[in-house]
C-alpha cells in the first residue's frame, strides 16, 4: 500500500522564479494537506484541500497557492520565490477530512533551496 | 493564535534511561498528536489523543492528555538507539482543520 508520494525530492531555484510541487495522497485518503517546515522548526500549516476546494488556509501570502484534482492528487504552486521561502514543504494526507481526529499520513517532502 | 511549547528542545541519554518530553499551551486542543520525523524523512504518526485524562501506551512508549487538553507528555522507558529523533506534539484545535506543531523536541540515545 503506496503512502504519500511526493515530487521532485529536491529543488533548487532562483529568487523571484515560481515553483510547482506534487503529491500523491496514499490510497483511500481523499483530504491534502501542506505545511512548510523551516530547519529546526515545526511544520507550519498552509492550506488544506478536500473536495477540490481550498477547504481552510494558515498565515501564507497569496504567492502560496494550490489545486487538488478529482483523483484527489494537489500540486502547490509558490510565485515569486524568496530566499525565506527555502524548507521542506511537506504534503499530508487523510481520510475524509478525519486526520485531526485520527491522524494524517505524512511525505518525504520536497526540498526547496532557493538561492 | 495557538502555541505549542515543547520541552526539553534536546536531548540527550544513554541507552536503558528514561525520558519524559513535554508539550504545553495556553490553549485548548480537542485533539493532541505525537509524531517523529527522522533526518530527510516526513513526520510518521505515533499516536493521537482526543479525551482529557487519556493515557495510551505503545509499547515502551506512554503518551498522557492533561485533563484540560492544554498539555501532553511523552515517556519513554528504556530507550533505545533506535528512539532517536525528532518528536513533534501537534494540537487541532476545534473546528480547525489545521495541526499546530511545536518546534519537537531532538532525541539522542547513545548505545
Known amino acids: 500500500d503506496a503512502g504519500v508520494t511526493q515530487s521532485p525530492t529536491h529543488l533548487i531555484k532562483t529568487r523571484g522564479q515560481q515553483v510547482t510541487l506534487r503529491c500523491s495522497p496514499k490510497s483511500g485518503h481523499d483530504t491534502v494537506s501542506w505545511y512548510q517546515q523551516a530547519l529546526g522548526q515545526g511544520p507550519q500549516f498552509i492550506f488544506q484541500y478536500y473536495e477540490e476546494e481550498e477547504r481552510q488556509r494558515g498565515n501564507f501570502p497569496d504567492r502560496f497557492s494550490g489545486h487538488q484534482f478529482p483523483n484527489y492528487s494537489s500540486e502547490l504552486n509558490v510565485n515569486a520565490l524568496l530566499l525565506g521561502d527555502s524548507a521542506l514543504y511537506l504534503c499530508a494526507s487523510s481520510r475524509k477530512g478525519q486526520g485531526n481526529t485520527y491522524g494524517y499520513t505524512f511525505g518525504s517532502g520536497t526540498r526547496l533551496t532557493v538561492v | ?111
Do not use: M
Not at chain 2, 505549542?4 to 544513554?14: A, G, H, K
Not at chain 2, 485533563?67 to 525528532?86: C, E, N, V
Not at chain 2, 480547525?96 to 511545536?102: A, H, I, K, M, V
Open chain 2, 1 to 111: 493564535t495557538q502555541l505549542l511549547e515543547q520541552s526539553p528542545q534536546f536531548l540527550s541519554i544513554q541507552e536503558g534511561e528514561n525520558l519524559t518530553v513535554y508539550c504545553n499551551s495556553s490553549s485548548v486542543f480537542s485533539s493532541l498528536q505525537w509524531y517523529r520525523q527522522e533526518p530527510g524523512e516526513g513526520p510518521v504518526l505515533l499516536v493521537t489523543v482526543v479525551t482529557g485524562g487519556e493515557v495510551k501506551k505503545l509499547k515502551r512508549l506512554t503518551f498522557q492528555f492533561g485533563d484540560a487538553r492544554k498539555d501532553s507528555s511523552l515517556h519513554i522507558t528504556a530507550a533505545q538507539p533506535g528512539d532517536t529523533g525528532l518528536y513533534l506534539c501537534a494540537g487541532a484545535g476545534a473546528g480547525s482543520y489545521q495541526l499546530t506543531f511545536g518546534k519537537g523536541t531532538k532525541l539522542s540515545v547513545i548505545p
